[in-house]
């Protein structure tokens, strides 16, 4: 595929990867150590060398199991009309007579294609190997933090109340399954490496697991989710990836959970506005940008400005958390204005002849139907006007 492929700068990736590189065999180190001293360690039970939970794939029970469970999926619609109930789809609604419908035919159709010689034909046509292994390097960022999102998914099973929400979290837990076995059919078809998953990954999604109660919905709801349905955005219009539209709708419905059992279940004004509270989300958060950085080659391959997608990700993630009351330590106008400044400072550095411009203002989603969702979500969002602007904010 003709993809207009952007400047990088060499020195700035090479740096990058050596940092990352070091941070990584200190981070993994040390918590070998503490979880042989039985002091703590690594949370996850997920091995991402290989991208898989400890124990290893197991597919043949997921085959018995979870894709045997969704064929057998009841709708309460069909069985009790009675009912308030109304989660049949349309296709549903045409085919209610089989019993084996787990899914829509569009995600069928997609899902066949998955594993067939022809998809991976049509990958081999549209793009040459560097932009495969680019895609595949973006994707399994997500693909590992959708390994993350299955596990802190359910476990705020625990934290949540009401009846309701407990079955909108467990649709979650089902989605966030489905989203990681259908995603490492998706970059297994590239047939090139899956890298491991990163220090800043590492660091990032840890942390989201070990926070406490409800502080979970911030980081993964809000912050990871919001990273995946902007990484989904900005792919979901290359061939052969249309299937990303799916995952990011379901996104869409996930970054919402928060906001909407909040209004029920709102957090107290300690929780939301807390010294303490308001720095362990930034503290959760700055992973992030380094993660960005080291992505930054893999995204110019794919035509997609790093610090576009980057600035793209934290308006998102500035509206909302501040929809929700999870509150940062400053206003998001102020932060978003300096961690702009921030990024013009860097481009400054490593792009000759860099103009200051705002980066929060930018948008990397390009597919139609995405940039449709995404309108609806952040509807209200800040926008530039609302915000200081870009060239005050850089740093001389």
């Given at each position: 595929m003709q993809i207009a492929e952007l400047p990088i700068n060499p020195r700035a990736v090479t740096w990058n990867r050596r940092v990352e590189a070091v941070l990584n065999r200190v981070v993994r180190g040390k918590d070998r150590v503490l979880g042989r001293l039985g002091l703590g360690g690594r949370v996850a039970d997920y091995d991402d060398e290989h991208y898989q939970f400890v124990g290893g794939a197991n597919d043949e029970m997921r085959r018995k199991h979870y894709d045997k469970s969704l064929r057998l999926l009841w709708k309460a619609e069909a069985a009790a009309p009675w009912s308030t109930f109304h989660d049949l789809g349309a296709?549903?609604?045409?085919?209610?007579?089989?019993?084996?419908?787990?899914?829509?035919?569009?995600?069928?159709?997609?899902?066949?294609?998955?594993?067939?010689?022809?998809?991976?034909?049509?990958?081999d046509r549209h793009y040459?190997?560097?932009?495969?292994?680019?895609?595949?390097?973006?994707?399994?960022?997500?693909?590992?933090?959708?390994?993350?999102?299955?596990?802190?998914?359910?476990?705020?099973?625990?934290?949540?109340?009401?009846?309701?929400?407990?079955?909108?979290?467990?649709?979650?837990?089902?989605e966030e399954a489905k989203h990681f076995v259908v995603m490492r059919e998706l970059v297994a078809a590239f047939g090139v490496p899956v890298p491991r998953q990163s220090a800043w990954e590492y660091l990032l999604l840890e942390g989201v697991?070990?926070?406490?109660?409800?502080?979970?919905?911030?980081?993964?709801?809000?912050?990871?989710?919001t990273i995946a349905l902007s990484i989904f955005g900005a792919l979901a219009h290359l061939p052969g990836l249309e299937i990303l539209r799916l995952f990011h709708l379901d996104e869409s419905r996930h970054t919402a959970l928060p906001m909407n059992y909040l209004k029920e279940?709102?957090?107290?004004?300690?929780?939301?506005?807390?010294f303490f509270a308001r720095r362990r989300r930034l503290r959760m958060a700055l992973p992030t940008l380094p993660l960005i950085l080291l992505l930054e080659e893999d995204l110019a391959i794919l035509g997609i400005d790093a610090f576009e997608f980057a600035g793209s990700v934290l308006r998102k993630v500035a509206h909302l958390s501040e929809r929700a009351g999870f509150y940062l330590p400053r206003p998001a106008p102020e932060m978003l204005a300096r961690f702009n400044g921030l990024f013009n400072l860097y481009c400054r550095l490593t792009r000759p002849g860099h103009l200051?411009?705002?980066?929060?203002?930018?948008?990397?989603?390009?597919?139609?139907?995405?940039?449709?969702?995404?309108?609806?979500?952040?509807?209200?969002?800040?926008?530039?006007?609302?915000?200081?602007?870009?060239?005050?904010?850089?740093?001389?």
């Open positions: 296709a549903e609604q045409a085919l209610r007579e089989m019993a084996d419908l787990a899914t829509s035919p569009a995600e069928q159709q997609v899902r066949a294609r998955l594993t067939s010689a022809e998809f991976k034909a049509e990958l040459t190997p560097r932009q495969k292994q680019a895609i595949v390097n973006v994707l399994s960022a997500i693909g590992h933090g959708e390994a993350y999102a299955w596990l802190v998914s359910a476990s705020n099973l625990r934290d949540v109340r009401s009846s309701g929400a407990k079955a909108a979290v467990t649709m979650q837990v089902l697991l070990a926070a406490d109660g409800l502080e979970k919905f911030y980081g993964m709801n809000v912050l990871v989710e279940f709102p957090l107290t004004k300690r929780q939301q506005r807390g200051p411009r705002d980066f929060m203002d930018a948008e990397t989603s390009k597919d139609r139907v995405v940039a449709k969702t995404e309108r609806e979500i952040f509807a209200s969002e800040v926008t530039a006007e609302a915000r200081p602007r870009a060239a005050a904010a850089v740093t001389a």
